[in-house]
């Protein structure tokens, strides 16, 4: 077995094609690697292992020249990471937002890759991303953006090398807009190139809430192996997008009390409990005007307590949701956090460090790459039954969801209880055991060490 190098990690390593320089300083992505090499040394793989995962294998970095309403061009810059393709083809979603850089768009393929793997389907991992306030845009402007896109990325995605789906900012309608640049170059229907888009394109059944219902479902496991009632657990939600919005609703019908929501915009907080339909009705309603966003936010609705973000994470509630984004709960803040179990909705929101202290205090994470995992899972679903060209019902959908979903979490659980580990500590052993063992089975890597 070779030891995990201590050399620094690399960025990018194959740049198919560069417009500027790489930025050697996120954060995000150095805090990354360092909690894969500290989880990977508990995992007992091959030093190999974590050596092939410090080292992405590609990043395309475009530059994304769009025509905007009023004649002039202005220039973004789009990313497509596709960090490993062991255990299949890549797949990731693509945010517009102005923080995109090269070293999140790392850092969210790297989970990635070990969220595929969690949850035993056959994807590596990739993420896209443009640095872009989509807000911004005309509705006009924004499907040019999302075609300049596809047009820069099209020789590095397709559905045998990398897939697409929607993430922060993007969604089915956007999905739709790839979809149909693709098939325009390629002079063909490729529905499996893109997931999460819309159904008359080929979407599933139950993607859009896929990512709550997965969440929800970890929920409700945890809730069973503490035998606790839902009626009792009060939650705080950050971020009431497509994944924030479905968990909450989720789990109001279910019975747990939403007690605090937020969005960019602050938060809101009511003891009694939100009706989350219609918190979401009143987000919605600026929808129509502008036709891809809303303007709107929950601090509209009115009749509630006004609270900040930073407020809502420190709430004494029995469940903290963040789902908005990454690096929420740092050094910082955390101090000030008193749930005394968080589930990771959104993809990294907590740094290391903080987590280290948490987990100090005896806080319970359920960790990204398994609370998130349900968009994914769907999105396989929805390239499983493009290429099959055979749509499943929702009921087929939600229920092979249920059992992946399940048997990800008893399996992580099970290593946490019996080996007492933290449940992202044996979410990564399993991931990167499959890593090691499809690496070891391909065979023709002189290369690699076998233990
Ligand atoms: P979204 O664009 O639908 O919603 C994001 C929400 O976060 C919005 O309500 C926005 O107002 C809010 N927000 C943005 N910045 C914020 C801030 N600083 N504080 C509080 N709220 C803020 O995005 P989404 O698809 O729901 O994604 C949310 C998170 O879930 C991301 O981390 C994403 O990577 C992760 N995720 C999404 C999917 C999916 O299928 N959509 C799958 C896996 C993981």
Request: hydrophobic share 40%; glycine share 10%; with cysteine.
């Amino acid at each position: 077995m070779s030891d995990i190098n201590d050399d620094p990690p690399g960025f990018a390593l194959s740049c198919i094609h560069t417009t500027g320089e790489l930025p050697m300083s996120e954060q995000t992505y150095l805090d990354a690697l360092s909690r894969l090499k500290a989880l990977g040394a508990h995992a007992g793989v091959s030093g190999d292992v974590i050596d092939l995962l410090r080292h992405p294998h590609a990043l395309l970095t475009a530059s994304l020249p769009v025509r905007m309403d009023d004649g002039s061009t202005r220039y973004f810059t789009g990313y497509r990471c596709r960090y490993n393709d062991i255990l299949g083809p890549t797949k990731g979603g693509v945010r517009f937002h102005p923080n995109v850089n090269s070293g999140e768009v790392q850092a969210l393929a790297l989970w990635m890759t070990i969220k595929c793997a969690v949850v035993g389907i056959p994807f590596g991992g990739a993420k896209g991303g443009v640095t872009v306030d989509p807000k911004s845009l005309s509705r006009m402007e924004l499907e040019r953006l999302t075609r300049a896109y596809m047009r820069a990325m099209v020789d590095f995605i397709g559905p045998d090398t990398d897939i697409p789906a929607p993430d922060v900012y993007t969604n089915a309608r956007i999905m739709g807009w790839m979809q149909d640049e693709y098939e325009t170059i390629r002079r063909g229907k490729w529905p499996a190139v893109v997931t999460g888009k819309p159904i008359a394109l080929g979407g599933s059944e139950g993607r859009e809430e896929a990512t709550g219902r997965g969440a929800f479902l970890c929920i409700e496991a945890l809730r069973r192996q503490h035998q606790r009632e839902a009626k009792d657990i009060r939650v705080a939600v950050q971020g009431f997008g497509n994944a924030g919005y479905n968990v909450a609703r989720l789990l109001q019908h279910a019975g747990y009390r939403i007690v605090a929501l937020s969005d960019s915009h602050g938060g809101i907080y009511s003891e009694a409990g939100f009706d989350i339909h219609s918190v979401w009705q009143d987000k919605q309603q600026s929808r129509e005007l502008h036709g891809v966003y809303c303007d709107g936010s929950v601090c509209h609705s009115v009749e509630h307590e006004k609270i900040t973000n930073e407020q809502l994470l420190a709430l004494d509630v029995d469940l903290l949701i963040p789902a908005a984004m990454e690096n929420v709960i740092t050094d910082n803040n955390v101090i000030s956090i008193r749930a005394p179990w968080i589930v990771e909705v959104a993809n990294g929101p907590i740094t290391s460090s903080a987590e280290a202290t948490l987990e100090r205090r005896g806080t319970l994470i359920v960790p990204d790459v398994l609370a998130n995992a349900g968009g994914v899972l769907v999105s396989y679903f929805e390239w499983v039954q493009n290429r099959a060209g055979y749509p499943w019902t929702l009921e087929q959908v939600n229920t092979r969801l249920q059992e992946r979903i399940e048997n990800a979490f008893q399996a992580i659980w099970d290593r946490h209880i019996h080996e007492e580990r933290s449940l992202r500590n044996a979410a990564y052993t399993i991931a990167l055991l499959r890593i090691e063992e499809a690496l070891v089975i391909h065979g023709s890597k002189g290369y690699f060490q076998e233990k």
